[in-house]
């Protein structure tokens, strides 16, 4: 009975692919194989090098090559040294508003020289203009005054 029994119990975990314990052990298991990347090491690159001589002598350049090369990082394109523009204050304009949708068609704006916005609308020219002075003066740059019409009645306008 136990044969019998020990053989439907194998045919069962046969049938349905279940292993019994010892088969388990039995089975011997094979590490598979480690896939190493192999990594391209950058090539170098000749380096420019500036030097400092004496008062008497210019500025020499020189081109270096790399003897040897130990374990260079790859790095980006060197960073070019920028030095900041020196930029002009933008000019305030007083001009008339030339748009007869706006709330505010006829009356004197400031705006900032390159902007398609209102500063603030005034009533008269004069007050645009006071108004664009403190501006220009707080900003250290100056005021453009238009005609109604718009062309330039006056450039450089500001205070000496």
Same mark, same amino acid.
């Given at each position: 009975?136990?044969?019998? &029994?020990? &053989?439907?119990?194998?045919?069962?975990?046969?049938?349905?692919?279940?292993?019994?314990?010892?088969?388990?052990?039995?089975?011997?298991? !094979? %590490?598979?194989?480690?896939?190493?990347?192999?990594?391209?090491?950058?090539?170098?690159?000749?380096?420019?090098?500036?030097?400092?001589? %004496?008062?008497?002598?210019?500025?020499?350049?020189?081109?270096?090559? %790399?003897?040897?090369?130990?374990?260079?990082?790859?790095?980006?394109?060197?960073?070019?040294?920028?030095?900041?523009?020196?930029?002009?204050?933008?000019?305030?304009?007083?001009?008339?508003?030339?748009?007869?949708?706006?709330?505010?068609?006829?009356?004197?704006?400031?705006?900032?020289?390159?902007?398609?916005?209102?500063?603030?609308?005034? %009533?008269?020219?004069? !007050?645009?203009?006071?108004?664009?002075?403190?501006?220009?003066?707080?900003?250290?740059?100056?005021?453009?005054?238009?005609?109604?019409?718009?062309?330039?009645?006056?450039?450089?306008?500001?205070?000496?």
């Amino acid at each position: 009975m136990n044969k019998t &029994l020990l &053989l439907s119990v194998t045919a069962f975990f046969l049938l349905y692919g279940c292993s019994t314990q010892n088969e388990q052990k039995m089975e011997k298991t !094979e %590490p598979k194989p480690v896939v190493e990347k192999k990594v391209e090491e950058p090539k170098p690159v000749p380096v420019e090098k500036e030097t400092v001589a %004496p008062k008497k002598a210019a500025v020499q350049k020189k081109t270096e090559t %790399p003897k040897k090369v130990v374990a260079q990082k790859k790095t980006d394109a060197p960073k070019e040294v920028v030095e900041p523009k020196e930029e002009k204050a933008a000019k305030y304009h007083v001009s008339q508003n030339k748009d007869p949708k706006s709330d505010s068609y006829r009356s004197w704006r400031v705006r900032k020289q390159g902007s398609q916005k209102t500063i603030k609308f005034f %009533p008269t020219q004069k !007050e645009a203009i006071a108004y664009a002075e403190s501006l220009a003066d707080s900003a250290g740059s100056s005021v453009v005054i238009h005609k109604m019409d718009g062309s330039i009645r006056k450039q450089d306008y500001s205070k000496k």
